[in-house]
């Protein structure tokens, strides 16, 4: 069923309320057919301005927000988004090319990020320390940072705004959040009425769908305490630098290029089963996509053999349309990308297995064997439904593979010995592992993240989201005042 726009979005940016702006305007398009789904509106570097001061006003009200009032609000947005289900995934499903049960995830993802974080603000808040003073009570206490600016990315947008969004909001910040203009209505203006219709307070939330000029604005504004920032390694490298500049607290989650190793004694029906989700799931477009697939030479043909028979089976079309494995890249720049990496690769020596093909946006699954790590399919992020085969004949060679990339998003590890692999597991540099599993995973109560380039090792998720979100203070208590000696 198609699901109507809202007016409010053709002339309206949501600054803590829905605000008329005269800024420009830009289309939100389908990817699958290039076709105008709205006509939305883009922030200025002055709407930033406006929107960090609405902010600022509206955010100590909110901190001092007794925490059972916060949960409710939390729980209620997570009672929202389930009832509005079939909308969003609509617009999931036409605005970002996403196949239904892809959709359907990241919704559900979204509730539990909504109530795990309505059930950080009951948590401690602090610690009481002794003293070494008679008299003296200390005590440290986690506060908001003020205002989170969070940037996001198009390719699983709900969730990865609002893993952000929720818990910086449930510690008491208030939160602009720029989305990508390619997935503002999914990763923003509907965020933004899920919010208010759960009763948020005037002021504390901001969408502002922009380019990079606007989130250069969000970095740069003194009154935005924090960067949530999810996106490219190049990008976060540069607001690193720029929070670095102004000692702001930044959270830099960034790309990957995630190895699957699968060892000699590996069930390769379940590796190739977990190597075919992994590296094809939403076209590929995953910062934990199995981009390398790093295989031991005594199993390597059988496993190309059957992660190609696997790819061979997978259909490609418009998930809006039909059932289909794969939906469109997110536009035919991205799909051109892709297949730029891969001729190259295969004008180096590496040879098409399956797929291989472009069609406009839309891109097979593609298996490629003979990968060597000099290969751009190999050596870089590849965010497209491709999987390069390269073997390997030790596990010290595996590891050493693993390790010779500068990202260190995710990896997995099949073998039939659990011990062997997680002893592998512990000399990879890598942020997320998974034994017997693929890399693409994401629970919402384990903390997750990267090491390298892939972040600043800033973590989401469970117990992490009360670090990541406040900052801290010490408060000490004398009961009389103190005779110094002068
Ligand atoms: P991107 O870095 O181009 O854009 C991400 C966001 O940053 C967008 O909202 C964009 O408008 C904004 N942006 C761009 N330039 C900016 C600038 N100079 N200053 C401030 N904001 C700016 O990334 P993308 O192409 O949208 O997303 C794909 C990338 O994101 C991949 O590299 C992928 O691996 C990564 N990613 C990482 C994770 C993770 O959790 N580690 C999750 C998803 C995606």
Same mark, same amino acid.
């Given at each position: 069923?198609?699901?109507?726009?809202?007016?409010?979005?053709?002339?309206?940016?949501?600054?803590?309320?829905?605000?008329?702006? @005269?800024?420009?305007?830009?289309? &939100?398009? +389908?990817?699958?057919?290039? =076709?105008?789904?709205?006509?939305?509106?883009?922030?200025?570097?002055?709407?930033?301005?406006?929107?960090?001061?609405?902010?600022?006003?509206?955010?100590?009200?909110?901190?001092?927000?007794?925490?059972?009032?916060?949960?409710?609000?939390?729980?209620?947005?997570? !009672?929202?988004? +389930?009832?509005?289900?079939?909308?969003?995934?609509?617009?999931? $499903?036409?605005?970002?090319?996403?196949?239904?049960?892809?959709?359907?995830?990241?919704?559900? &993802?979204?509730? +539990?990020?909504?109530?795990?974080?309505?059930?950080?603000?009951?948590?401690?808040?602090?610690?009481?320390?002794?003293?070494?003073?008679?008299?003296?009570?200390?005590?440290?206490?986690?506060?908001?940072?003020? $205002?989170?600016?969070?940037?996001?990315?198009?390719?699983?947008?709900?969730?990865?705004?609002?893993?952000?969004?929720?818990?910086?909001?449930?510690?008491?910040?208030?939160?602009?959040?720029?989305? @990508?203009?390619?997935?503002?209505?999914?990763?923003?203006?509907?965020?933004?009425?899920?919010?208010?219709?759960?009763?948020?307070?005037?002021?504390?939330?901001?969408?502002?769908?922009?380019?990079?000029?606007?989130?250069?604005?969000?970095?740069?504004?003194?009154?935005?305490?924090?960067?949530?920032?999810?996106?490219?390694? &190049?990008?976060? #490298?540069?607001?690193?630098?720029?929070?670095?500049?102004?000692?702001? #607290? /930044?959270?830099? +989650?960034?790309?990957?290029?995630?190895?699957?190793?699968?060892?000699?004694?590996? @069930?390769?029906?379940?590796?190739?089963?977990? %190597?075919?989700?992994?590296?094809?799931?939403?076209?590929?477009?995953?910062?934990?996509?199995?981009?390398?697939?790093?295989?031991?030479?005594?199993?390597? @043909?059988?496993?190309?053999?059957?992660?190609?028979?696997?790819? #061979?089976?997978?259909? $490609?079309?418009?998930?809006?349309?039909?059932?289909?494995?794969?939906?469109?890249?997110?536009? !035919? =720049?991205?799909?051109? #990308?892709?297949? =730029?990496?891969?001729?190259?690769?295969?004008?180096?020596?590496?040879?098409?297995? %399956?797929?291989?093909?472009?069609?406009?946006?839309?891109?097979?699954?593609?298996?490629?064997?003979?990968?060597?790590?000099?290969?751009?399919?190999? /050596?870089?992020?590849?965010?497209?439904?491709?999987?390069?085969?390269?073997?390997?004949? /030790?596990?010290?060679?595996?590891?050493?593979?693993?390790?010779?990339?500068?990202?260190?998003?995710?990896?997995?590890?099949?073998?039939?010995?659990?011990?062997?692999?997680?002893?592998?597991?512990?000399?990879?540099?890598?942020?997320?592992?998974?034994?017997?599993?693929?890399?693409?995973?994401?629970?919402? =109560?384990?903390?997750?993240?990267?090491?390298?380039?892939?972040?600043?090792?800033?973590?989401?998720?469970?117990?992490?989201?009360? !670090?990541?979100?406040? $900052?801290?203070?010490?408060?000490?208590?004398?009961?009389?005042?103190?005779?110094?000696?002068?």
């Amino acid at each position: 069923m198609e699901h109507p726009t809202n007016p409010a979005w053709q002339d309206h940016l949501f600054m803590g309320g829905w605000q008329i702006t @005269d800024g420009p305007g830009f289309n &939100a398009v +389908e990817p699958a057919t290039g =076709q105008q789904l709205a006509r939305l509106k883009e922030a200025t570097p002055q709407d930033v301005a406006d929107a960090a001061h609405i902010a600022g006003k509206a955010q100590p009200a909110w901190a001092s927000l007794p925490f059972d009032q916060k949960a409710r609000i939390l729980r209620k947005a997570a !009672e929202l988004l +389930e009832s509005r289900a079939n909308e969003i995934n609509y617009w999931n $499903t036409r605005e970002c090319g996403s196949i239904g049960p892809k959709a359907e995830w990241e919704l559900q &993802a979204t509730c +539990e990020q909504a109530l795990m974080s309505a059930a950080l603000p009951m948590q401690p808040h602090g610690e009481i320390f002794p003293s070494n003073m008679p008299g003296r009570r200390n005590y440290w206490k986690r506060v908001p940072v003020g $205002t989170v600016g969070v940037i996001a990315p198009w390719n699983f947008p709900i969730l990865l705004s609002m893993r952000s969004v929720f818990p910086a909001l449930a510690m008491g910040n208030a939160v602009i959040l720029k989305p @990508d203009p390619k997935s503002a209505i999914c990763g923003g203006l509907l965020m933004a009425e899920i919010l208010q219709a759960a009763g948020l307070p005037e002021g504390v939330f901001h969408v502002l769908p922009g380019g990079p000029d606007v989130g250069e604005a969000l970095v740069n504004h003194p009154d935005v305490g924090m960067i949530s920032f999810t996106g490219s390694t &190049a990008v976060g #490298k540069k607001i690193g630098e720029t929070c670095g500049r102004m000692l702001k #607290k /930044s959270a830099l +989650e960034l790309g990957g290029n995630n190895a699957m190793v699968i060892l000699d004694d590996a @069930d390769l029906n379940a590796a190739t089963s977990s %190597a075919a989700w992994g590296a094809f799931l939403h076209q590929g477009q995953i910062c934990m996509q199995a981009g390398r697939h790093l295989v031991h030479e005594s199993v390597a @043909d059988a496993y190309i053999e059957q992660l190609a028979a696997r790819a #061979k089976n997978l259909v $490609t079309g418009n998930p809006w349309k039909d059932q289909v494995h794969l939906g469109p890249l997110i536009n !035919e =720049q991205q799909a051109l #990308k892709v297949e =730029q990496m891969v001729n190259q690769s295969v004008a180096m020596g590496a040879r098409i297995v %399956a797929g291989g093909k472009r069609n406009g946006a839309f891109f097979e699954a593609t298996v490629i064997a003979g990968a060597t790590p000099d290969m751009p399919i190999f /050596s870089e992020e590849i965010f497209g439904p491709v999987a390069p085969v390269m073997t390997f004949r /030790s596990d010290q060679e595996a590891i050493e593979l693993v390790n010779a990339s500068p990202y260190g998003l995710a990896a997995a590890i099949h073998s039939a010995s659990t011990g062997r692999a997680q002893a592998i597991a512990d000399q990879l540099h890598v942020g997320m592992i998974h034994v017997n599993d693929q890399t693409v995973n994401n629970e919402f =109560q384990v903390p997750f993240g990267g090491m390298g380039s892939s972040g600043n090792s800033g973590r989401f998720g469970g117990p992490a989201n009360l !670090e990541e979100f406040t $900052t801290s203070q010490w408060v000490s208590v004398m009961e009389q005042g103190i005779q110094y000696p002068f």
